[in-house]
């Protein structure tokens, strides 16, 4: 038996927000800082919602709420980089989510910042770094997820930053691999 998407989403049940909100704290994500630069400004933001779609054609997706002033930016420059950071970067981490303070606001002031193709900044100390050209972006619910080609990838040797529930934490991949 199937059922009719239409008539199944009219009756099914949808959890309290603060219910959702509370498991998605208990699970563990990497910790990312996404940038963009072009036309329509440069920003940067702290993100948890990063994810691989393909790797032929190299394709992942980040979420934004479409509230934060880089989703437009991020349509607009048609780029964005994904960052990320180390289990040495928490500070990097709190800056791009305002949780520090920043003399002057300048939040690209906490780190090294170089370009690639897109022109978006890629963090020059970052454990892994995607410049992306903006594939596509669809808006579901509060969030924007942006389907990005990866234009460059890079990797360097260390140990992730984590984030679950509210609190950050290393991922010790050494520790893993014996």
């Known amino acids: 038996m199937t059922l009719n998407a239409l008539s199944f989403n009219a009756v099914a049940p949808e959890a309290a927000a603060v219910d959702f909100i509370a498991a998605m704290g208990k699970c563990v994500s990497g910790v990312t800082v996404v940038t963009t630069d072009g036309p329509g400004g440069r920003f940067g933001l702290t993100v948890s919602a990063m994810s691989s ?14 509230n934060n002033l880089a989703c437009s930016a ?3 420059n048609g780029c964005f980089a994904v ?3 180390t289990g040495a970067q928490q500070q990097i981490a709190q800056v791009f989510a305002g949780q520090l303070p920043v003399a002057g606001g300048d939040r690209f002031a906490c780190a090294s910042w170089m370009e690639q193709h897109t022109g978006a900044p890629v963090l020059g100390q970052a454990l892994a770094s995607f410049d992306c050209y903006l594939e596509q972006q669809i808006n579901l619910g509060s969030h924007a ?7 460059q990838a890079q990797s360097a040797e260390g140990s ?13 991949a050494d520790a893993n691999a014996k």
């Open 74 to 76: 991020i349509d607009r």
């Open 53 to 66: 779609v393909s790797a032929e054609p190299p394709l992942l997706l980040v979420c934004i709420n479409r």
């Open 160 to 172: 992730a930053l984590a984030y679950s529930q509210r609190i950050f934490g290393t991922l010790n």
């Open 145 to 151: 997820v942006f389907v990005g080609r990866v234009a």
């Open 83 to 85: 960052n990320v950071l």
